[in-house]
């Protein structure tokens, strides 16, 4: 086996041509990727791939030559990673910036194998929707190395925002929204949900939930206030299991009232992962979504001397063995579609977590854990070293999935013919050593601090052009493309009818926006 050391060190398997017109000529290919395993949800096959400019133009055995080769020797060849759930250059509801800018996300993003993130662009109340989209354009376009679309969030569903922002902004590009049922500043009543989906089904766009109970949590974060119960571990505690069953199971029963796809994000809870699974089994079109801190971390690891217990802080937290086993049954038999970070990167100061004072108690810590570079290598050593997931399964979670949810498919999470050239070469042998130092992102931490993990990326192609190689960033700052995305099939509405909107069981009431 390899050693972390290795991957700065060892000989690049990657050739390129630098100036030579002749030869650059001679290439029938501007980059061939040779004798790897190609991976994708169906299959598995040794052979090369062809890439021109940007594009994945032909598949086969003992291609010709291209300009520039990677040896992919022993390694899996598998889609580049799309992270649909991270927080880049996102300000929280409470002012507190997130660490990482666009570029240091994305550089952390490409190290990890991936090559598209969706992002949020956050609105806070009493901000237009569109001036926020406008804004985190601004911030992306110059940094970004990685391909990027953006989320909205809704704080604040005004008429102007549900009556003309939504409905253009879902019919240009932005074909997701994320709500909330928890937080002061952030949470939507069953009401204003109702409205947002309403939107959503009939312009056809993807909606995400973050299901906690909000009144659960207040009240027992009041409980423990008022018992002295301060300290980062009764974050945990405040955010009960109960809270995300509650909101899981009222989320869903509001989706399918208003007959909206929905897809729960960020899920922790056994019974929450049981709830998906039930609508699923009766034909909703409910989906999940799930993190590496729900598979790796527990609640104890909030119980640390001092304040280090807050690093560990996120919402939902981490719950204990027993939920971790559930998480991974939920992958296994597919109650879960998408396998994001959910990377919220604040530091462990007055800029991030203790921006509320270096003794902060736990209500006011900054919710959130990074993820981005080690998503896709703790569920590859993990799930497919360790036999509980099939590379196939690991691609669908990791990059096929998030792209047919989110109207990217199939120019991005596949590699065929035709698609962008977004690929990560797997050393599935090469041994790693989690720790801080090895990272990109600027968290100054890193929660998985110590663990072995075996496979790697070790070479990532973004549209045709090789952005990591053995240790190395090739790419520029700013050569990331935003992605348009189209509006999702999977986000179409069943016409499973409850009753209630039922015009042929409810006298004749046509209560449901037309589609």
């Not at 109960?242 to 897809?263: F, G, M, T």
């Not at 959910?342 to 007055?350: F, I, V």
């Not at 962008?420 to 968290?443: C, F, G, K, R, Y």
Request: hydrophobic share 40%.
């Amino acid at each position: 086996m390899l050693d972390s050391s290795s991957i700065l060190t060892h000989t690049p398997a990657y050739s390129q041509v630098n100036g030579d017109p002749q030869v650059k000529a001679m290439g029938k290919f501007d980059l061939v990727i040779r004798n790897g395993t190609v991976v994708t949800v169906a299959d598995a096959i040794c052979c090369d791939v062809g890439i021109v400019g940007e594009k994945i133009v032909e598949l086969g055995q003992s291609l010709a030559d291209g300009s520039n080769e990677v040896d992919a020797t022993n390694c899996f060849v598998l889609p580049g990673g799309i992270d649909s759930h991270c927080h880049i250059e996102q300000k929280s509801s409470a002012g507190i910036e997130c660490a990482d800018d666009f570029y240091t996300a994305t550089v952390s993003a490409a190290f990890g194998g991936t090559t598209t993130v969706i992002p949020f662009a956050a609105q806070h109340r009493g901000q237009s929707v569109q001036s926020v989209v406008d804004a985190y354009h601004a911030s992306a376009g110059p940094k970004a190395v990685v391909d990027y679309a953006f989320h909205l969030i809704v704080t604040d569903p005004t008429p102007a925002v549900l009556e003309n922002e939504l409905p253009w902004l879902f019919n240009n590009g932005y074909t997701s929204v994320k709500v909330y049922m928890t937080y002061d500043l952030l949470k939507l009543s069953d009401h204003e949900i109702l409205k947002v989906l309403q939107v959503a089904r009939r312009e056809g766009a993807m909606v995400m939930v973050h299901a906690e109970n909000y009144e659960v949590i207040s009240w027992l974060t009041q409980r423990l206030l008022e018992a002295g119960h301060v300290e980062p571990r009764y974050h945990a505690v405040a955010h009960a299991g109960v809270a995300e069953a509650e909101a899981s199971h009222r989320a869903i029963n509001l989706a399918h009232l208003a007959d909206v796809p929905v897809l729960l994000v960020h899920v922790s809870e056994p019974e929450a992962i049981d709830a998906i699974r039930m609508a699923q089994d009766r034909g909703l079109r409910v989906y999940g979504e799930t993190c590496p801190q729900y598979l790796f971390l527990t609640a104890d690891d909030l119980d640390r001397s001092g304040m280090d217990g807050a690093l560990y802080c996120c919402s939902p937290p981490p719950r204990d063995e027993q939920a971790q086993s559930a998480v991974w049954r939920g992958l296994q038999n597919k109650t879960f579609q998408v396998f994001s970070s959910d990377h919220a990167p604040y530091r462990l100061d007055e800029t991030g977590k203790l921006a509320a004072g270096p003794n902060a108690p736990f209500h006011k810590i900054g919710a959130g854990v990074p993820g981005l570079e080690l998503r896709l290598p703790l569920l590859f050593s993990e799930g497919v070293n360790q036999r509980r997931l099939d590379i196939h399964e690991f691609v669908a979670l990791t990059a096929t999935n998030a792209a047919k949810l989110y109207g990217l498919y199939p120019r991005k999470g596949s590699i065929s013919v035709g698609a962008d050239a977004d690929i990560a070469v797997w050393a599935p042998d090469l041994e790693v050593t989690a720790q801080s130092a090895l990272l990109h992102d600027n968290a100054g931490y890193c929660p998985y601090e110590g663990r072995r993990i075996i496979g790697w990326p070790t070479t990532v192609v973004r549209r045709g052009e090789v952005v990591i190689n053995n240790g190395n960033l090739l790419a520029a700052r700013g050569s990331g493309q935003f992605l348009p995305c189209a509006s999702p099939e999977l986000a179409q509405p069943t016409g499973r009818l409850v009753d209630a909107v039922n015009p042929q069981k409810n006298f004749g009431a046509h209560l449901l926006d037309r589609h």
